[in-house]
């Protein structure tokens, strides 16, 4: 979650993840049949960002928003499986990200420096251990829990996530080589996507229909959001589709910290289609609920 710097051609990772297969569907025409999970969302930390990297204030719709500092969390969701285990949505955040990051340079570690961590990582692995990680996306406020995490716990990302070439990338390839250095990284096979709902290119993560994970470029090349079968309804975690409740309910995709804003607000309105097939949907947004 950045801001943009300078443009050099330099990625993030030296080999992003390759793809890897998941276990083949079941049919989806009995809900009975479908496995439902139970999903926790967990404010790690406290921070503030720019409004104009969380909201695309150029767009019309934003003329009643105003630049400035905007109080936000960073959340991890918990994904209990009764099959699979303990899955997490993004890494949390580990006690210390401002130390932890020293090695990337005075800018890293100042725009980290004001965090307020409320429940680390290590905290989380105190209930048990984690059998996955899926990363909605690489911005360094969502991998910042790496380092709490085992080294063989497997992380996955959407394709292509990780490959964009950017000045910023240069800067952080340091710190990014030490977060993923031993780690297990993955990500979706295209090639074994489905449609869901109104989102071309998905993957049914357990072959259970219990959860989905949804392509959603355009935040970064490779982001994801998550959705889940609950006993209580489906809860849609959009990732940085949509950093805010506003953005969400008046279909304004972020700002600064977006790529690629057209690919964004495409995503965006797939999410927002999906969330309006079932009223039970619970949709937790990128960095607040």
């Known amino acids: 979650m950045l801001f943009p710097l300078f443009s050099l051609a330099c990625t993030l990772v030296r080999a992003p993840?390759?793809?890897?297969?998941?276990?083949?569907?079941?049919?989806?025409?009995?809900?009975?049949?479908?496995?439902?999970?139970?999903?926790?969302?967990?404010?790690?930390?406290?921070?503030?960002?720019?409004?104009?990297?969380?909201?695309?204030?150029?767009?019309?719709?934003?003329?009643?928003?105003?630049?400035?500092?905007?109080?936000?969390?960073?959340?991890?969701?918990?994904?209990?499986?009764?099959?699979?285990?303990?899955?997490?949505?993004?890494?949390?955040?580990?006690?210390?990200?401002?130390?932890?990051?020293?090695?990337?340079?005075?800018?890293?570690?100042?725009?980290?420096?004001?965090?307020?961590?409320?429940?680390?990582?290590?905290?989380?692995?105190?209930?048990?251990?984690?059998?996955?990680?899926?990363?909605?996306?690489?911005?360094?406020?969502?991998?910042l829990g790496l380092q709490d995490l085992p080294l063989d716990t497997p992380l996955w990302t959407g394709p292509g996530e990780g490959s964009t070439r950017s000045g910023q990338n240069l800067l952080l390839r340091p710190w990014y080589s030490q977060a993923f250095s031993g780690r297990s990284l993955q990500s979706f096979d295209v090639g074994q996507a489905q449609s869901f709902g109104p989102v071309?290119?998905?993957?049914?993560?357990?072959?259970?229909?219990?959860?989905?994970?949804?392509?959603?470029?355009?935040?970064?090349?490779?982001?994801?959001?998550?959705?889940?079968?609950?006993?209580?309804?489906?809860?849609?975690m959009t990732g940085d589709t949509s950093h805010t409740r506003w953005g969400w309910e008046h279909d304004v995709t972020p700002g600064t910290y977006t790529e690629d804003h057209v690919d964004n607000a495409e995503a965006l309105a797939q999410l927002r289609a999906l969330a309006a097939l079932d009223p039970a949907t619970q949709v937790v947004f990128g960095h607040e609920r």
């Open 17 to 143: 993840g390759l793809p890897q297969a998941l276990p083949e569907s079941q049919p989806q025409n009995d809900d009975a049949l479908m496995q439902t999970v139970s999903v926790r969302s967990i404010t790690a930390a406290n921070w503030a960002v720019p409004l104009e990297g969380l909201v695309d204030l150029t767009d019309p719709a934003a003329a009643e928003l105003e630049e400035g500092p905007y109080e936000m969390e960073v959340l991890v969701h918990v994904i209990e499986h009764p099959v699979h285990g303990r899955w997490l949505v993004d890494s949390g955040v580990s006690q210390e990200p401002g130390e932890r990051v020293a090695d990337a340079g005075v800018l890293l570690g100042g725009f980290l420096k004001d965090m307020e961590v409320l429940t680390s990582t290590a905290e989380l692995l105190e209930e048990g251990s984690v059998a996955g990680v899926l990363l909605t996306h690489m911005h360094v406020d969502h991998v």
């Open 200 to 236: 071309p290119v998905a993957w049914d993560l357990f072959g259970d229909g219990s959860v989905w994970v949804l392509s959603t470029p355009g935040h970064t090349a490779g982001s994801i959001a998550v959705w889940a079968r609950t006993e209580q309804g489906p809860v849609l």
